[in-house]
């Protein structure tokens, strides 16, 4: 299965608006694994804001060539076309473009539709000129596959009170 991936211009809110009800589930599901850190108001506050950018990927059906993935998943996003397969949150820091939360629909996750979507966000970092791709993950021999290094592990625990 190929696929295209497109970023949703996440200042202009009538785009976001329209994405946000498509990944919203997806969203919802990944902050309920946080214990507490995110939250869907916080993942779309920074959306809007633009501190984050929200990338659809849709299964290209067309063959359609790179330089107009962009303009497709636009048209698919507005047209409500079948063929959603999952998003990608990323944040610009200073050293790395980070891959903030990735989300394929249950479907699609046995299928070589992750390790495409870290081609195309490498290929974009590239593209800026950012010296490394860094991203928290709980499923560190997946990452690894990808070319992944393990930094540190961010763990959470949840105060009691009492």
Same mark, same amino acid.
């Given at each position: %299965?190929?696929?295209? %991936? ?11 608006? $329209? ?18 850190? =995110?939250?869907?108001?916080? @993942? ?15 299964? =290209?059906?067309? !063959?359609?060539? !790179? *330089?107009? +993935?962009? %303009?497709?998943?636009?048209? $698919? ?34 299928? *070589?539709?992750? +390790? ?24 560190? @021999? ?12 961010? %763990? /959470?625990?949840?105060?009691? /009170?009492?």
């Amino acid at each position: %299965m190929k696929t295209i %991936m497109g970023i949703i211009p996440v200042k202009d809110r009538f785009f976001l608006d $329209k994405a946000l009800l498509l990944v919203k589930p997806g969203i919802e599901e990944l902050v309920a694994i946080t214990n507490g850190e =995110d939250s869907y108001f916080k @993942v779309t506050s920074e959306l809007y804001s633009g501190m984050k950018q929200l990338e659809l990927i849709y299964e =290209d059906t067309e !063959d359609i060539p !790179d *330089d107009k +993935h962009q %303009m497709a998943v636009i048209g $698919k996003l507005l047209n409500n076309a079948p063929g959603f397969l999952g998003f990608v949150i990323i944040e610009l820091w200073q050293n790395s473009l980070h891959v903030y939360q990735t989300y394929l629909l249950p479907q699609y996750r046995a299928l *070589d539709v992750l +390790h495409q979507a870290y081609t195309k966000i490498e290929s974009q970092a590239k593209l800026l000129g950012a010296p490394y791709i860094s991203l928290c993950t709980n499923e560190v @021999v997946l990452a690894q596959r990808f070319g992944f290094s393990p930094t540190y592990s961010m %763990m /959470r625990k949840k105060i009691e /009170r009492g």
